[in-house]
């Protein structure tokens, strides 16, 4: 067997393991589950206590919003998606105030919620912020955590993982 052959064999293991849902054409077509996560319904979120309503941000409503206090500043959102899902890109859309982000937030990613690893450290953007992640991640639990805040409290309407 080639190396290239073993490399996707490994890698077609390790997402059939560790993905989401149904093993996916475990037979002759081996796809991959790239964007396949729990559903949004079995995620469970808590935050910092400079963070209100946490929930909101995984509600499947844009109109409705996590805010921070004015100083947030080591603010923190976790998510536990209820199993290990692969993902690559994580969205913060920031919902009625447009200008709600956070200077830099960093996306940490776990398997048991104990030990984290620092993925990427992003700057706040207008409207959405996007975190792409360069090597597909298996996790089940994700983190953000603010590392400078930004002039305006943090929004967060709306959290997407793909």
């Not at 996560?37 to 808590?46: A, M, N």
């Not at 700057?123 to 953000?144: H, M």
Request: aromatic residues 6%; proline residues 6%.
């Amino acid at each position: 067997m080639t190396r290239s052959k073993k490399i996707s064999l490994s890698l077609s293991l390790l997402v059939l393991l560790a993905g989401c849902g149904p093993p996916y054409g475990w037979g002759e077509h081996r796809v991959a589950p790239a964007t396949d996560l729990t559903p949004r319904k079995d995620w469970k979120i808590t935050g910092s206590s400079q963070l209100a309503d946490p929930q909101h941000a995984i509600d499947s409503a844009r109109n409705t919003r996590c805010v921070s206090t004015k100083d947030y500043e080591g603010a923190w959102l976790l998510i536990d998606l209820g199993k290990p899902c692969v993902f690559n890109l994580l969205v913060l859309e920031h919902g009625e105030d447009e200008l709600g982000a956070a200077q830099r937030v960093s996306v940490l990613t776990s398997l048991d919620g104990k030990r984290f690893v620092n993925r990427i450290v992003g700057t706040g953007k207008r409207r959405t912020t996007d975190f792409p992640i360069i090597t597909p991640t298996v996790a089940r639990y994700v983190k953000l955590q603010v590392v400078r805040q930004g002039d305006r409290p943090w929004s967060v309407a709306e959290i997407y993982l793909k």
